[in-house]
């Protein structure tokens, strides 16, 4: 059954508020659309068919996966346009090839020489003629994985993907890791760094005779923030969908475009130490620290209004053990202890939603206020 309002659910709990989620799709999809590219969300940020359903209906077609057990758990919903855009491991094969029998349109990537001839080999020990999609990463900004653009490497990689009668070479991608460490106009001139960069490999594979059709490019800032996206075929968003504090803080959303927080209890309070000590700590919020070193250090998270979702002040979870959150003013003010009774519920926004939604089952889904609409459930881990 579910729960009534905020109060009926055990603590620490998730909750999305349906209406600021709706606000960000719609604005990523004009977005794209403004750019004249095909909008690919990413489904590692909601891992839940409600949240595609609602991507689908505001355009999209085909969807990123970051496990193969995301691409299991949407596909057995319906959904078979999905790209796994994590570098391939060859033990995945079987798993993979599973998924394409049964009419999924799966494409892998692997991004180097060395992963483009362990896949081959992984396909060709396949039993049968089905055939695996490949795409290779470009390194454009170090930030993460990916090949050279420079060298023999990436035409040899995709000649070998492309001749192997078990694999089909599908084009390129780039991730720009690194527009999470820039103000907007930065981010902007990186993106058309990779923009260029890219356009440079496609030519280079069309120039040996190889083909190149997918070109993939992503990150939601570089895409929120780019100029133009001439020659890129899809744009790759994810964290868009939920946003967090990190987000604000380069300037890719407002924190009242923030739709995921966590509902926690206030277990204690330390008047001695100008502190409240809540139900939630690193598993319920995760350590991610990715707000320190920027304009707003929100600690492992900012405290909100539980019923309205409103920022309380500067109150903010300042340190955390596995279960426990200690939650205090970042200016050293003062708390009001009064408002914080043993028992009382707060909301905590996160500064990563991924890391933080991948601890729960599930979605308390509101709309503004403190009534539960319904529960969405959610898909975690790598294999069942």
Known sequence: MTPATLADLQTPALILDRSKVQRNISRMAERAAALGVALRPHLKTPKCVHIAALLQRAGATGFNVSTLKEAEF????????????????????????????????????????????????AAEALAGDTVLTFTLEIDVDGYRSGMALDGPDLVLAARLLQKSRATRFAGIMSYA????????????????????????????????????????????????????????????????????????GIGACERDDIAL?????????????????????????????????????????????????????????TAVSQELGLVTSLSGAPLDFGRFPVGALVRILPNHADMTAAAYEHYAVVDGGAEVETVWARTNHWAD
């Open 74 to 121: 949407f596909h057995a919903a319906g959904i078979d346009d999905l790209y796994y855009c994590v570098p391939f491991a060859p033990n995945k094969a079987q798993r993979a090839a599973a998924l394409v029998r049964d009419g999924c349109r799966l494409t892998l990537m692997t991004d180097s020489l060395d992963g483009a001839r362990a896949a081959v080999a």
């Open 177 to 248: 890791g690194a527009s999470y460490g820039k103000t907007p106009a930065q981010t902007a001139d990186l993106t058309e760094t990779h923009r260029r960069a890219l356009a440079r490999a496609r030519a280079t594979l069309l120039e040996s005779g190889l083909d190149c059709e997918r070109v993939s490019f992503g990150s939601t800032p570089a895409v929120l923030h780019a100029r133009e996206l001439t020659g890129i075929t899809e744009a790759r968003c994810g964290i868009y969908m939920f946003q967090d504090l990190f987000q604000a």
């Open 261 to 317: 927080s966590v509902l926690a209890s206030v277990t204690s309070r330390q008047p001695r130490h100008n502190r409240l000590v809540i139900d939630a700590g690193g598993l319920a919020l995760s350590k991610d620290r990715s707000t320190a070193g920027r304009d707003f250090d929100a600690g492992y998270g900012l405290v909100c209004d539980a019923a309205s979702g409103a920022p309380l002040g500067d109150l903010a979870v």
